[in-house]
């Protein structure tokens, strides 16, 4: 698939993941929706790479790679997501992770030497500067109460996760690891983590049968999770983690339509000039038209690697 393809399909399906999750707050704990979602999404691909018959067989230390990718990823990152949606709208929360992209540069500059362009450093700034106007209290009016800073507090660590997460992907997939069967695996680590976790804090598995939950689980499942990770993730191999980050620019776009119409965001002050300060930091740090293919090392496409004894997938 295209670039372009790559990043419709992340900007779609994750801009409208936002509103889903608050879909999944009731008698099911946060938490353990999260390590339900990512459990599902492992066995339907791991399924599918057996049906295809790609190769899952990895070394330790590659299988110590991905329990990390996948506890950044898919347990500390969501639980931080899922916890801070009980306690802000989603349109926001999805302004507050764009803070990915520019997290991403600076993570890629510190830990593979990309370089980072003096557009890119005004960009930095500028998104920082709007996450900041947006966390100022009255800035955005009635958001401010009810759980609203540690909403913030859980929201931050997600990003930080979430990037720690990508640079991790990167360096995995500089190294031969497959995007799909390293997804699987992946996300049966974060899944088993976050299990493991909700059991040391006495959260009970309780099920949800209604509707409402089902069908958000399967979407998140399935359209979250794996088809908008395996997108997104091939898209940081080819590129580098940096210039895959700006996906986060339109993604908040879709998600605060959606949270408006849905959830009654109601816009203040602090809202529209923070969002509009982070979408443009977020724009800045686009590289220049045509370089998009010039990132830091790019590894080949999935599927397009020379197969070794060791690993054929």
């Known amino acids: 698939m295209s670039n372009l393809s790559l990043y419709l399909i992340s900007v779609l399906i994750w801009g409208s993941t936002w509103i889903a999750i608050t879909y999944q707050y009731g008698r099911v704990a946060p938490e353990v929706s999260v390590a339900y979602r990512f459990g599902l999404a492992s066995v339907l691909l791991l399924a599918w790479c057996l049906l295809r018959g790609l190769n899952l067989r990895f070394t330790r230390r590659e299988h110590g790679w991905l329990a990390l990718q996948g506890a950044l990823m898919f347990g500390l990152n969501y639980v931080c997501v899922y916890l801070a949606e009980q306690r802000i709208p989603s349109g926001l929360m999805a302004v507050i992770f764009s803070l990915l992209s520019v997290l991403n540069l600076l993570g890629a500059r510190l830990f593979f030497g990309t370089p980072l ?105 399935v359209f979250g999770s794996i088809l908008a990770f395996g997108a997104y993730l091939t898209l940081v191999g080819r590129i580098g983690a940096g210039r895959a980050g700006y996906a986060m620019v339109a993604i ?62």
């Open 252 to 313: 908040p776009v879709v998600a605060l339509l959606l949270s408006t119409l849905l959830e009654g965001l109601q816009w203040r002050w602090g809202l529209a000039l923070g969002t509009a300060l982070c979408l443009t930091g977020n724009a800045l740090v686009l590289p220049r038209k045509g370089s998009e293919t010039t990132g830091s090392d790019p590894v080949p496409a999935p599927g397009t690697q020379k197969p070794t004894a060791r690993m054929k997938g």
């Open 117 to 221: 362009p003096g557009k890119a450093l005004w960009g930095v700034a500028i998104g920082i500067t709007g996450v900041a106007i947006i966390c100022l209290p009255g800035a955005a009016g009635a958001l401010h109460g009810g759980g609203f800073g540690s909403g913030l507090a859980f929201a931050l660590v997600g990003v930080v996760a979430a990037s720690f997460s990508n640079l991790v992907s990167q360096r995995n997939q500089r190294h031969g690891l497959p995007v799909v069967q390293g997804n699987a695996l992946g996300m049966a680590y974060g899944a088993c983590f976050v299990a493991l976790s909700c059991l040391l804090a006495g959260r009970p598995f309780a099920m949800d049968p209604s509707l409402r939950y089902l069908s958000s689980l399967a979407f998140l499942a």
